[in-house]
C-alpha cells in the first residue's frame, strides 16, 4: 500500500458470508507509505481499522483490525499495532514499537522508538514515553493467568530504558528516571529514580506537567516541521 491522498479512503475486505465490508476507514490528507497493511485480521473481526484525518504512516507498520485511532495521528517504520485499541488525538508512535491489543491511549501521547506495550494497559494524555521502555502485565507469565497492566495518569514523563512492572499506577505529572524499575504505585507529582524505583516530590526545577508545544505538533521523524495548527484545532 502507498496513498497520497487529500481525500478520506477506505479498503474492501470480503467476509466468511462473502459481504463486501471495508478493511480500514482512513480520514482525508493521509500519506500512508508502501509497504504498510491496514486491517489485518483475525478470524471474527467484525471492525475496521479506523484512523482519523492527516495521518502519517511509514513503511513497514501493520495496523490491525479492531483499532480506532484519532486525527494527526504519526507512526515510524515498523510499528505493529495490535487489535482492540483506542489511540487519540495527535499521538505520536516512534520506530519499532509494539503495542499489543486491549490498550487505550489517550490523546497528545508521543511514544519514543523501541517500545513495547501489553495488553490491559492505560496510558492517559499528554504522556511521553522515552525509547527502549519495557510496560509488563504478568507478574508471574507462564505460571498464572492473571494478567494487569499498568495505568500511567496524565502528564507523566517516562525517561528511556524504564521498565514499568504489572499493575503499577504512575500518578499524573511525575516523572520517571531513565533506567528505573518501577514495581509499586508512584503518586502524583512525584519523581521516581533506580532499581527499584524509590519516590520523592518533583524538585522546584521540573515543571508539573508536560509542554503541549513538545508533544503536539506533528513532526518529520528527523526534526520539527513548522505546526501550529494545535493551538488551533480541538483537541477532541
Not at 180 to 195: E, L, T, Y
Request: charged share 15%; proline share 7%.
Amino acid at each position: 500500500m502507498s496513498i497520497q491522498s487529500n481525500q478520506a479512503i477506505h479498503g474492501p475486505f470480503v467476509d466468511e458470508t462473502g459481504q463486501e465490508c471495508p478493511d480500514y476507514l482512513v480520514g482525508a490528507n493521509a500519506q500512508i507509505d508502501a509497504d504498510v497493511i491496514l486491517g489485518y485480521r483475525y478470524p471474527g473481526d467484525s471492525q475496521p481499522t479506523r484512523i482519523g484525518d492527516h495521518a502519517i504512516i511509514r513503511s513497514g507498520s501493520i495496523i490491525y483490525a479492531n483499532t480506532t485511532i484519532g486525527h494527526r495521528f504519526q507512526c515510524g517504520h515498523q510499528v505493529l499495532i495490535r487489535g482492540e485499541i483506542v489511540i487519540g488525538n495527535r499521538c505520536v508512535v516512534h520506530h519499532k514499537c509494539t503495542l499489543e491489543g486491549k490498550l487505550k491511549i489517550g490523546n497528545g501521547v508521543k511514544i519514543m522508538a523501541h517500545v513495547y506495550v501489553p495488553s490491559r494497559t492505560t496510558i492517559g494524555d499528554f504522556v511521553f514515553i522515552g525509547p527502549g521502555t519495557t510496560f509488563l502485565n504478568a507478574k508471574y507469565p507462564m505460571r498464572e493467568g492473571t494478567v494487569q497492566g499498568a495505568t500511567i495518569e496524565e502528564h507523566v514523563c517516562i525517561g528511556g530504558g524504564v521498565t514499568i512492572c504489572p499493575g503499577v499506577t504512575i500518578g499524573r505529572g511525575s516523572f520517571i528516571a531513565a533506567g528505573a524499575v518501577v514495581n509499586k504505585d508512584v503518586p502524583s507529582g512525584m519523581i521516581a529514580m533506580g532499581v527499584p524505583a524509590r519516590f520523592k516530590p518533583l524538585p522546584p526545577n521540573i515543571p508539573p506537567e508536560n509542554l503541549l508545544e513538545h508533544l503536539l505538533p506533528q513532526t518529520d521523524l528527523f526534526g520539527a516541521h513548522h505546526d501550529d495548527t494545535w493551538k488551533d484545532e480541538p483537541l477532541v
